[in-house]
């Protein structure tokens, strides 16, 4: 837990460096009681730093956010701060770590179960609110910058060391094929989300495995339960340059 005197500097670096502070959360594997409280009051003595909170999606996350009882916390962190999910990359460095993929049936049941309970979520901006979103690609991991107690900052997330194995470029920040491939395979040039789609990591989607069990893709149909159950209509009608959004979204990666 910080101190006075700890967090009284951090304040004091975020104040003159005009800094915010975005905290994650993990429902399942992180916290004992203990540490939940210490996070709980580390989030209170910070809460007007804190820029958001962000969670990965791995499917226990998933799942215990859909059946969990006590959502105490997550209510409270999402009546509070902007929430954000963010894709999960597994580590090549921990085998098991893909079996915290989720499947794609399962975020869609997911994004779902947000739309209907927590539509303020920040990744569910571009499904629901054509009017409240950048046509920009969203993760906060790519967004933000880690410091470690000793002063270190990890290099990027997973992906990179995912782009780096698979030699996707001469780079590891290159992406190769990887994004055309996947507009190729849901044909997203023809679609009637296209202007609004958020997409997905290219390089989670780019992972081979059995978390890949859906013939349409998540996103679409998200928008089609949207507009369905909500009635969302698609920004595509009249804009006049097609080529913004997508042009935002790969300046991400
Ligand atoms: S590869 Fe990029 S988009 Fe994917 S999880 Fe990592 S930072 Fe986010
Ligand atoms: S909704 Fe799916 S198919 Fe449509 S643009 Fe987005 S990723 Fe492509």
Redesign the pocket.
């Known amino acids: 837990m910080f101190d006075k005197k700890n967090s009284d500097k951090v304040m004091d670096f975020c104040n003159k460096h005009d800094v915010k502070l975005s905290t994650s959360y993990d429902p399942r594997g992180r916290f004992n009681k203990g540490q939940l409280e210490i996070f709980l009051e580390n989030v209170e003595t910070f809460k007007d730093y804190i820029r958001n909170v962000s969670i990965v999606t791995t499917s226990q996350n998933v799942q215990t956010i859909i059946k969990s009882n006590d959502k105490s916390t997550f209510d409270y962190l999402y009546k509070n701060f902007p929430v954000d999910f963010?894709?999960?990359?597994p580590s090549p460095l921990i085998k098991t770590d893909s079996k915290l993929i989720p499947k794609d049936s399962e975020l869609l049941a997911f994004n779902k179960y947000l739309i209907d309970n927590y539509p303020e979520c920040e990744n569910m901006d571009a499904f629901h609110d054509p009017l409240n979103q950048t046509g920009a690609?969203m993760?906060?991991?790519?967004?933000s910058i880690t410091i470690q107690p000793d002063g270190s900052s990890p290099g990027?997330?997973?992906?990179?060391a995912?782009?780096r194995d698979k030699k996707t470029g001469e780079t590891p920040f290159e992406t190769g094929d990887m994004v055309e491939k996947f507009l190729k395979k849901y044909n997203c040039f023809e679609c009637e989300y296209y202007e609004n789609c958020p997409f997905?990591?290219?390089?989670?989607a780019d992972m081979p495995g059995d978390h890949n069990d859906m013939e349409e893709c998540v996103f679409k149909e998200t928008f089609n339960y949207v507009k369905k159950t909500k009635g969302f209509k698609p920004k595509r009608d009249g804009e006049d340059d097609l080529s913004y959004g997508f042009r935002q979204k790969v300046k991400?990666?």
């Open positions: 963010d894709a999960y990359m690609m993760c906060t991991r790519g967004n990027g997330c997973c992906g990179v995912y782009q997905t990591c290219f390089v989670k991400m990666l």
